[in-house]
């Protein structure tokens, strides 16, 4: 079975830092273009991040860029997102998304991780 | 920045047939992917490239795109497609940007 599973979502403090992981497993995680998108409670999807096969091009939506990082472990079937600089508005479900090997349709989602960003 | 446009509800009777709209700038010259969200569950990809369906998506989901709409049609309404539909497409015009639509609240009376 195909499946993403996300962990790291956590409780942070607006400017701290928090780094979630994507474990990918029942595919070959080496040949799948990856991204993160995130859900503000009540509100819609947002996308955050693509990173490609080989782990370049990477793109950011403007709303985390600069502050947070894509990145991925071909040999351990493993997505980041180092996320720094955090802001009450981060606070979202965190989910990772696999690309169809058709293009950019994302055909396959993690359950998601909550991260709260609160003083 | 692209800007994709849902209605934010749409209500149909079951065995009715709902429709989606999805607007944007000339969104036929692009693809446009559709996804189904249940309250607490990840979203799920229920059309692809305008209009292919993934295996397991009942035919009942259909979509189009052409212009400045792109279109999600669900026949023969069941209860169990009470749910949240977002469009999603790719924008390459200036940066790679993931962008999704607004979102559509389905409600089954």
């Known amino acids: 079975e195909e499946l993403l599973v996300e962990s790291g979502g956590l409780l942070a403090q607006p400017g701290g830092s928090l780094r979630l992981s994507c474990a990918a497993s029942?595919?070959?995680?080496?040949?799948?273009?990856m991204n993160w998108v995130r859900q503000a409670p009540g509100r819609g999807l947002e996308w955050v991040s693509y990173?490609?096969?080989?782990?370049?091009?990477?793109y950011y939506a403007d709303s985390v860029k600069g502050r947070f990082i894509i990145s991925r472990d071909n040999a351990k079937n493993l997505l980041y997102l180092q996320m720094n600089s955090l802001r009450v508005d981060d606070t979202a479900v965190y989910y990772c998304?696999?690309?169809?090997?058709?293009?950019?349709?994302?055909?396959?989602w993690g359950q998601g991780t909550m991260v709260t960003v609160s003083s | 920045s692209y800007v994709l446009t849902q209605p934010p509800s749409v209500s149909v009777a079951p065995g009715q047939t709902a429709t989606i709209t999805c607007g944007g700038n000339?969104?036929?010259?692009?693809?446009v992917h559709w996804y189904q969200q249940k309250p607490g569950q990840a979203p799920v990809m229920v059309i692809y490239y305008d209009y292919a369906r993934p295996s397991g998506i009942p035919e009942r989901f259909s979509g189009s795109n052409s212009g400045n709409t792109a279109t999600l049609t669900i026949s023969r309404v069941e209860a169990g497609d009470e749910a949240d539909y977002y469009c999603?497409?790719?924008?390459?015009?200036?940066?790679?940007?993931?962008?999704f639509g607004t979102g559509t609240k389905v409600t089954v009376l």
């Open positions: 990173i490609s096969e080989s782990g370049s091009p990477i």
């Open positions: 999603q497409v790719w924008d390459s015009s200036s940066y790679h940007l993931g962008v």
């Open positions: 000339n969104i036929g010259s692009k693809s």
């Open positions: 998304a696999r690309n169809h090997d058709d293009g950019d349709a994302f055909d396959l």
């Open positions: 029942g595919f070959p995680f080496r040949s799948y273009e």
